[in-house]
């Protein structure tokens, strides 16, 4: 049996499953925009990171960042409150240093 054939039956099988059914995005047009802005020899790792879930660490931490925000705004006990204003401080530091890193190098 060739792949083609193969890959052919597993896709059938699966739509036949459902598999397909509830998929994000599902119905909506595929925006390749910032595909096609990513230098051509960027876009195959990119997208291997993308696809995995990999985000650089400054961006894990202003995820951090935004977290803890939120959680400020629901708190009201004002210790605690203090604790995160702190945390969220720590962070923002964090990030600036991430950020300064790089043109440190050059």
Same mark, same amino acid.
């Given at each position: 049996?060739?792949?083609?054939?193969?890959?052919?039956?597993?896709?059938?099988?699966?739509?036949?499953?459902?598999?397909?059914?509830?998929?994000?995005?599902?119905?909506?047009?595929?925006?390749?925009?910032?595909?096609?802005?990513?230098?051509?020899?960027?876009? =195959?790792?990119?997208?291997? $990171?993308? #696809?995995?879930?990999?985000?650089? *660490?400054?961006?894990?931490?202003? %995820? /951090? @960042?935004? =977290?803890?925000?939120?959680? $400020?705004? #629901?708190?009201?006990?004002?210790? *605690?409150?203090?604790?995160?204003? %702190? /945390? @969220?401080?720590?962070?923002?530091?964090?990030?600036?240093?991430?950020?300064?890193?790089?043109?440190?190098?050059?």
């Amino acid at each position: 049996m060739s792949i083609e054939k193969f890959v052919e039956e597993q896709i059938s099988r699966a739509i036949q499953a459902g598999e397909f059914d509830n998929l994000p995005g599902k119905g909506k047009p595929i925006d390749l925009r910032a595909y096609f802005e990513t230098p051509e020899e960027l876009r =195959a790792a990119y997208s291997i $990171l993308k #696809s995995n879930d990999f985000a650089p *660490q400054e961006v894990e931490v202003l %995820k /951090e @960042i935004d =977290a803890l925000k939120k959680r $400020l705004a #629901s708190c009201s006990d004002e210790e *605690q409150k203090d604790r995160l204003r %702190k /945390e @969220i401080s720590d962070k923002k530091l964090a990030f600036n240093l991430l950020i300064e890193k790089p043109k440190r190098r050059s």
